[in-house]
């Protein structure tokens, strides 16, 4: 079997650079720590890696993910995904910017998002939430500040019903589950299951992409 091998990524600039952000809040109401996701571009040969970035805010270094997305040809950085927490006045905007450089290590985040997946399901804890999807991809035990916010044994199912009535959940099922993004800041879990009625009979396969974002 023949697999192409990815070209080794040069070196990053030895120079630090940046790349300006700006985070407009339409609203008339201030955001703190609003999560925010965006691409960011990269000239063809300046960034060997995705850990030579960090994000630097009004107050100094703010925690942020990066996810490489795309190479150039020369296996350098083209396209960066970055998800981070923004704090914004009403009506206003606030100037962030992205620093890179082969000196350049982003600091620990702390309390990052924990996904803990395992032949039950998936646990998630963002901090302030958690919550368990079950094997059959419901929502269940869902927790906010210790407080138990669903009562005991009960799930958010998704639920179809037909034209003639009959209604079709995910309960009886066992999903797929595929971690996407695990933190720190932001984790994705793809969650694939089917409707069925009470009697096994399925209506459809739905995929579903539950988001938890760090508290």
Avoid: M
Avoid at 162 to 180: P, S
Avoid at 188 to 214: M, N, P, Q
């Amino acid at each position: 079997i023949f697999q192409a091998a990815a070209p080794v990524a040069p070196q990053t600039r030895t120079e630090v650079a940046s790349v300006p952000l700006t985070v407009r809040n339409p609203h008339k109401f201030a955001v703190d720590n609003w999560p925010v996701t965006t691409g960011v571009p990269f000239p063809q040969g300046q960034l060997g890696n995705a850990d030579h970035v960090r994000l630097v805010g009004p107050s100094g270094e703010l925690p942020v993910q990066a996810r490489l997305t795309a190479r150039w040809l020369d296996g350098s950085v083209k396209w960066l995904l970055l998800n981070f927490q923004a704090s914004v006045p009403a009506e206003a905007q606030s100037q962030y910017r992205l620093e890179f450089g082969r000196a350049v290590r982003r600091a620990k985040t702390d309390k990052p998002v924990s996904v803990v997946k395992d032949v039950t399901g998936v646990a998630v804890n963002s901090g302030a939430i958690r919550f368990r999807i079950d094997a059959a991809g419901n929502l269940t035990y869902f927790r906010h500040g210790g407080r138990q916010v669903t009562p005991a044994g009960a799930v958010c199912q998704s639920l179809a019903t037909d034209a003639a009535g009959k209604n079709y959940t995910t309960t009886g099922g066992k999903a797929q589950f595929v971690v996407e993004e695990a933190g720190p800041l932001r984790a994705v879990v793809k969650v694939t299951s089917h409707l069925a009625d009470k009697d096994g009979a399925t209506l459809v396969r739905i995929e579903k992409r539950i988001e938890a974002y760090r508290d």
